[in-house]
């Protein structure tokens, strides 16, 4: 993609998510064909999209997921404090095209990893980290699908992201074994998932090693205060409106969201 079709394309993402509009899927010319262009094309955006980061999405970090996406390795993409919830929460159904959640581990940033040539270490990545959070993605793109055909069109949609839902932050997250530490998802009191930590890449602080450092290769910080959420451990779960979903994480918590 030319410097000016990336511009124009992201100018038609701003446009669709301004106006709450669900698209078909962009004009050949503006739709991004590697994932070198989607993430070009995920910078525009950013840098055109006034609200304020809130933190980063890790996706297709399941197997199962890799396989619907055809992909061998994650994708990654902001999302915005505007949409991002605290449990129990009650999005409005009207502002969101799909209402479809993931249940992930997520983890809060409390130091800054400044973008720089040298890659960064699990030990230096976990000693920025302040405390382990339970979240639910809230996946919801700016097209009538959720782009299983088109990945780096995905990436370049926020990483297919509308939202997100927190829970309480848990500080003392070094005694858990997370690999290990099971997830329940239930929806009206119907169990629809259940999984642990490992379906994340293996474990989240794997996640976290290849978004950090993806990142730091796009030359992109990742701020103090910043949470990164590490991909679903229970599947993709679509719901309908007025539906409660709650995952169970143990001690983390249960967190709860409901669309209305």
């Known amino acids: 993609m030319t410097p000016q079709q990336i511009e124009q394309a992201a100018g038609a993402l701003k446009a669709a998510r301004k106006d709450n509009r669900m698209l078909a ?34 996706g297709a970090t399941a197997e199962k997921v890799q396989e619907l996406y055809g992909v061998s390795e994650p994708f990654c993409g902001p ?16 502002d969101f095209g799909h209402f479809c959640i993931e249940s992930e581990f997520a983890f809060r940033f409390g130091s800054t990893l400044a973008a720089r ?54 500080a003392n997250w070094r005694g858990l074994d997370l690999a290990a530490h099971g997830v329940r998802l239930s929806v009206d009191g119907e169990v629809k998932g259940e999984g642990t930590g490992a379906n994340a890449l293996g474990h989240p602080f794997n996640v976290l090693d290849w978004l950090v450092n993806e990142l730091s290769r796009r030359g ?24 409660k979903a709650v995952a169970d994480y143990g001690v983390l918590g249960t967190i709860e969201v409901t669309f209305v």
């Open 117 to 170: 040539k040298r890659a960064y270490d699990r030990e230096e990545i976990l000693g920025a980290i302040e405390a382990v959070l339970p979240a639910f993605e809230l996946i919801s793109p700016r097209f009538d699908t959720l782009l299983q055909d088109r990945i780096a069109l995905a990436a370049a949609d926020c990483g297919l992201n509308g939202g997100f839902v927190l829970g309480e932050d848990y």
């Open 220 to 243: 992109i910080d990742l701020n103090a205060g910043e949470i990164v959420s590490t991909g679903t451990c229970t599947g993709i779960v679509f719901l309908e409106q007025g539906q």
């Open 79 to 94: 999302f915005y404090v505007p949409t991002t919830f605290t449990s129990p929460a009650e999005p409005k159904a009207r």
């Open 25 to 58: 899927g962009l004009d050949d010319g503006l739709t991004p064909r590697s994932m070198e262009d989607g993430y070009a094309l995920q910078d525009a955006f950013m840098r055109i999209w006034e609200e304020p980061v809130a933190g980063w999405k890790v």
